[in-house]
C-alpha cells in the first residue's frame, strides 16, 4: 500500500535551518509528485511547493523563494524539505504529500506530518 | 497568493445537508476544473474526498458532492452524519504558475 513515511520533531532556534524527510513506498517513486503542505498550530493548511522526483523539477510558493529547498533521492524513495532561516512562524506540522497522476486530481496520500518548533 | 474563501463554520443535525463554498478568482478555481477537497479529524492528517471538482476517489462515499460555477467551488453533504465533524479544506492548481493554493478551511459541527 502507498505510504509516506515522515519521523518525529524537530525543535530549532530562530535563523537556523531544518530539512525534513518523507519516505515514499508502495509506488512508483518517480512516477508521482511529492508537494510540501504546512499547518501552523490552530490554522488552516498552506501549499509550500513541490518536486518532481522524474525532472528534478520543483516549484515553490512565492513567499518561500529564496527559503526553501526541496529534493529527492531516487536511491531511497525519499524527498527532502529544507527550510532556512527559520522564524517563530514558522513553527508548525510540516506534511509531505503525493500528487495524483496530473494536476487536477489533487493530494492522495500524506504523510502523517513533522512538527517543527521555531523556538529561542 | 491569497488563500481561497471559505466560511469559518457551517452546521447541521443529523441527515440534513450542508453546503460549504469556496470562493477564488479567475485565475485559480475559475480557471480550470482542477478544485480539490479535504477532510481533516484533530490531529490527523487530511483526506482526499473530491478531485476535479467533482470526482470521487475509489471507494469515498457518495454522501460528498461537488460543483463549481464561475471562481466558486461547491462542497455538499448529503444525510450529515457524526463522523462528518471535521475541518474541511478547497485547494486549486494555478495553471499559470504551477503552484496550489488551499481554502481558509470551513469546520462542520453536526448538531
Known amino acids: 500500500q502507498v505510504q509516506l513515511v515522515q519521523f518525529g520533531a524537530e525543535v530549532k532556534e530562530p535563523g537556523a535551518s531544518v530539512k525534513v524527510s518523507c519516505q515514499a513506498s508502495?509506488?512508483?517513486?518517480?512516477?508521482?509528485?511529492i508537494h510540501w503542505v504546512r499547518q501552523a498550530p490552530g490554522q488552516g493548511l498552506e501549499w509550500m511547493g513541490g518536486?518532481?522526483?522524474?525532472?528534478?523539477?520543483?516549484n515553490y510558493a512565492q513567499m518561500f523563494q529564496g527559503r526553501l529547498t526541496v529534493t529527492r533521492d531516487t536511491s531511497t524513495s525519499t524527498v527532502y524539505m529544507e527550510l532556512n532561516n527559520l522564524r517563530s512562524d514558522d513553527t508548525a506540522i510540516y506534511s509531505c504529500?503525493?500528487?495524483?497522476?496530473?494536476?487536477?486530481?489533487?493530494?492522495?496520500?500524506w504523510g502523517e506530518g513533522t512538527l517543527v518548533t521555531v523556538s529561542s | 497568493q491569497s488563500a481561497l474563501t471559505q466560511p469559518a463554520s457551517v452546521s447541521g443535525s443529523p441527515g440534513q445537508s450542508i453546503t460549504i463554498s469556496c470562493t477564488g478568482t479567475?485565475?485559480?478555481?475559475?480557471?480550470?476544473?482542477?478544485v480539490s477537497w479535504y477532510k481533516q479529524h484533530p490531529d490527523k492528517a487530511p483526506r482526499l474526498i473530491l478531485y476535479?471538482?467533482?470526482h470521487r476517489p475509489s471507494g469515498l462515499s457518495n454522501r460528498f458532492s461537488g460543483s463549481k460555477s464561475g471562481n466558486t467551488a461547491s462542497l455538499t453533504i448529503f444525510g450529515l452524519r457524526a463522523e462528518d465533524e471535521a475541518d474541511y479544506y478547497c485547494?486549486?492548481?494555478?495553471?499559470?504558475?504551477?503552484?496550489?493554493?488551499f481554502g481558509t478551511g470551513t469546520k462542520v459541527t453536526v448538531l
Open positions: 504529500a503525493r500528487r495524483g497522476s496530473m494536476a487536477g486530481t489533487g493530494f492522495d496520500y
Open positions: 508502495g509506488y512508483s517513486f518517480s512516477a508521482y509528485q
Open positions: 518536486i518532481n522526483p522524474l525532472s528534478d523539477d520543483t
Open positions: 479567475n485565475s485559480d478555481v475559475g480557471a480550470y476544473n482542477y
Open positions: 476535479e471538482v467533482s
Open positions: 485547494c486549486s492548481y494555478i495553471g499559470s504558475t504551477g503552484h496550489y493554493v
